[in-house]
């Protein structure tokens, strides 16, 4: 689903049992019965200059000057399909939530991300998480994009290139993702958390090129 989506829902407290709107088909609900992971990384300066004053997310505060942060780290499947809310969930640990905060910087999306994605990659909360963070800390940023203090023009296809060059991996391991409010770059992972091709029927960006705003 879109982060507008989602956060609009989060504000308003109703997320479980909410089937977004992404449209592949639902796989397999056994935890731990998929192929491999998609993480899912957003700007956040593109997602706040569209939200001033309208989202409720720390992510958002004029104590942070975030860039890339954590979305969700999703099971995927060769096929395209994807499983989620695999089954009866405690929630999310304060000490954990708290930890997450750096790159995950809202409350309501880490307890949505553990109780939709994390129940199904059969781990447990504080593993899931673990993984999130390792698997965040090992994809190398493109230096242009780390901290940028003005707007950077690219073409989604450079993007990705870049991203894969700056982590020796292979082609196709990176997904651009653009809407009128987000932009993400999709990184995909094995179970062990090793670059792969992602998968062909993800989603990808349309436009020609991408204005990605500065971080503030």
Not at 137 to 157: D, F, L
Request: negative net charge.
């Amino acid at each position: 689903m879109t982060r507008t989506t989602l956060l609009a829902l989060l504000v308003a407290g109703s997320l479980i049992g909410f089937a977004g709107p992404r449209q592949r088909r639902q796989a397999d609900n056994t935890p731990g019965s998929f192929d491999y992971y998609l993480l899912n990384l957003s700007w956040a300066p593109e997602f706040c200059a569209a939200h001033v004053g309208n989202v409720s997310s720390s992510e958002c505060g004029p104590a942070h000057h975030f860039g890339f942060i954590v979305h969700g780290l999703w099971p995927e499947n060769n096929d395209g399909s994807y499983p989620q809310d695999c089954g009866t969930f405690s929630p999310v640990a304060q000490p954990i939530v708290q930890h997450m905060l750096t790159i995950m910087p809202n409350r309501g999306l880490i307890q949505h991300e553990w109780a939709r994605h994390g129940t199904c990659t059969g781990l447990a909360a504080q593993d899931y998480f673990n993984e999130i963070e390792t698997a965040f800390r090992k994809v190398q940023i493109p230096p242009e994009y780390r901290n940028p203090a003005s707007p950077v023009t690219a073409m989604p296809s450079e993007i990705e290139q870049k991203f894969a060059q700056a982590n020796n991996a292979p082609a196709g391991a990176f997904r651009v993702v653009c809407s009128q409010s987000d932009f993400d770059v999709e990184a995909c992972l094995t179970k062990d958390l090793e670059f792969r091709q992602c998968g062909r029927r993800l989603r990808d960006c349309s436009a020609n090129q991408v204005t990605l705003p500065p971080v503030r």
